[in-house]
Nanobody, 121 residues
Framework: QVQLVESGGGLVQPGESLRLSCVASGIDIGLYTMGWYRQPPGKQRELVTT???????NYKDSAKGRFTVSRDDAKNTVYLQLNNLKPEDTAVYYCRPEDLKWILSPFRSYWGQGTQVTVSS
């Protein structure tokens, strides 16, 4: 059974930081490029960042210089460090493979429960 469990969200003030974690079970994340997504209130889910199994990263423009994605394949875990948070970063954050192999798998519709990040003064 596949599970992706996101955690680490919370309510913070602008300029503060959070570190999100995503622990996978039932899959070996070492086989996949992993992605962090977010869904702001009333908006569609969007891709924020990806990290390949070689450690190459890509970021949405608004995340560059503030967010850092990392992975620990031995722990089957992906991380997202969020620095200098802004109110527009408020969203539910999710992780899952951003990979053709995942899209072609039976699990392609699966999403974890996400973790809420709220940035407000």
């Amino acid at each position: 059974q596949v599970q992706l469990v996101e955690s680490g969200g919370g309510l913070v003030q602008p300029g503060e930081s959070l570190r999100l974690s995503c622990v996978a079970s039932g899959i070996d994340i070492g086989l996949y490029t992993m992605g962090w997504y977010r869904q702001p209130p009333g908006k569609q889910r969007e891709l924020v960042t990806t990290i390949t199994n070689d450690g190459d990263t890509n970021y949405k423009d608004s995340a560059k210089g503030r967010f850092t994605v990392s992975r620990d394949d031995a722990k089957n875990t992906v991380y997202l460090q969020l620095n200098n948070l802004k109110p527009e970063d408020t969203a539910v954050y999710y992780c899952r493979p951003e990979d053709l192999k995942w899209i072609l798998s039976p699990f392609r519709s699966y999403w974890g429960q996400g973790t809420q990040v709220t940035v407000s003064s």
